[in-house]
């Protein structure tokens, strides 16, 4: 089956500490992208990428950071610098990013910061 | 910038009527796109349903229909014959059709449906 996967599902991380959000698609899309959504609020962009080795920030890059090593994959790396890390993280992708293509997402990550 | 708005952050339906979510935008644009999209209890973002800005006719899949209206920059989602399935939260997006700022979804705050049965 065609998809995304996030992993892993819950995640739990002590303040000071790096941690690594993980996004695969076998879809064989070029567009990839992070959301972050927070309770009583929509999604808001982290960074995307339209090509391997390529990526922008966001609304909301301060404190994150990714890679775009192969095409299938799309790590987030939420540090020690993101004041308020603990949200419920989307990852999606798209054919590309034009607009009309739909973006389909994955199940998502939810992080706490203990 | 462009903003959505969905104003109502809750509304209840019962099983098998017909119930209309508001959302309202701001944009200067003039060439866009606007999404419904579902969010059930599993928390994964469902398409629903997708509107170009330069076509006047409204959009629908199956039981879902949209009611765009482009100069008041409204944007209702339509269910009917609501099901059970159909609770979740609901959020309206904007997409911008102009290179350098289509790659990204604006999203309301989104809507929460319960359907009673």
């Known amino acids: 089956d065609g998809g995304i996967t996030q992993s892993p599902k819950y995640l739990f991380r002590k303040e000071g500490q790096n941690v690594t959000l993980s996004c695969e698609q076998n879809l064989n899309h070029d567009a990839m992208y992070w959301y972050r959504q927070d309770p009583g609020q929509g999604l808001r962009l982290i960074y995307y990428s339209q090509i391997v080795n390529d990526f922008q920030k966001g609304d909301i890059a301060e404190g994150y950071s990714v890679s775009r090593e192969k095409k299938e994959s799309f790590p987030l790396t939420v540090t020690s610098a993101q004041k308020n890390p603990t949200a419920f993280y989307l990852c999606?992708?798209?054919?590309?990013?034009?607009?009309?293509?739909?973006?389909?997402f994955g199940p998502g990550t939810r992080l706490t910061v203990l | 910038a462009q903003t959505v708005t969905q104003s109502q952050p809750e509304m209840s339906v019962q099983e098998a009527e017909t119930v209309t979510l508001s959302c309202t935008y701001d944009?200067?644009?003039?060439?866009?796109?606007l999404f419904w999209y579902k969010q059930p209890p599993s928390r994964q973002m469902i398409l629903v349903i997708r509107?170009?800005?330069?076509?006047?006719q409204n959009a629908t899949e199956n039981r879902f229909s949209v009611n765009f209206q482009k100069a008041a920059k409204s944007f209702s989602l339509k269910i009917s014959d609501s099901q059970l399935g159909d609770a979740a939260m609901y959020f309206c997006a904007y997409r911008s059709a102009f290179k350098g700022g289509s790659e990204k979804l604006v999203f309301g705050k989104g809507m929460k449906l319960t359907v009673n049965p």
């Open positions: 509107q170009e800005a330069y076509k006047q």
């Open positions: 944009t200067s644009e003039s060439d866009y796109y």
């Open positions: 999606a992708s798209s054919i590309d990013t034009g607009a009309y293509n739909e973006q389909f």
